[in-house]
């Protein structure tokens, strides 16, 4: 058995294991991956266009990935390290259900960031700026010591 096969086991607690996700069931989380994949594949034009100027690093050498599952959502674009998420809304969004989902994301800790289809297509590079000044605004997930250092002291410089 993979690790993989072992991750989606259907047999085991959700929260059981390393990142088997927030405590959803292996059958919901892999269903997530799935259209998150889908999605990946057959990005909207705004969502082409804004991954053109976010991938390989291009925005002040920060990463970011598409379409990535956080909790029971998909973000569209997310900075693992500065904890800050894209979203590019279309007209049919819904004002409320963002509200919600937000408030879900800044309770773990994430900071969502929403631009429109508009803003995309007609002032990308605006856009940008409005992304790299959130990226300054935010701070480093990583740059604070990890609340469970391994005993053995492994990863510790010497």
């Known amino acids: 058995m993979t690790p993989q096969d072992t991750d989606r ?3 085991s607690p959700p929260l059981q294991g390393r990142g088997r996700g ?3 069931s292996a059958e919901y989380l892999a269903l997530l991956h799935q259209r998150a994949a889908e999605m990946r594949r057959v990005p909207t034009e705004p969502e082409k266009r804004l991954w053109r100027v976010l991938s390989n690093r291009q925005l002040q050498g920060h990463k970011f990935r598409r379409q990535a599952v956080i909790d029971r959502f998909i973000a569209d674009f997310l900075c693992p390290e500065k904890a ?3 979203e ?7 004002d409320a259900k963002d ?3 937000d408030d879900v994301l800044a309770g773990q ?3 969502v960031l929403r631009v429109t289809n508009q803003d995309v297509v007609r002032n990308l590079d605006g856009v940008a700026a409005a992304i790299v000044a959130a990226l300054n605004a935010a701070p480093a997930r990583w740059a604070r010591p ?3 250092p391994s005993p053995e002291g492994e990863g510790l410089e010497g």
């Open 109 to 111: 800790g994430y900071r």
């Open 9 to 11: 086991r259907t047999d």
């Open 88 to 94: 590019v809304d279309g007209d049919t969004h819904d």
């Open 22 to 24: 927030w405590g959803l």
């Open 84 to 86: 800050l998420i894209i």
């Open 146 to 148: 990890h609340p469970n």
């Open 99 to 101: 509200r919600l989902r």
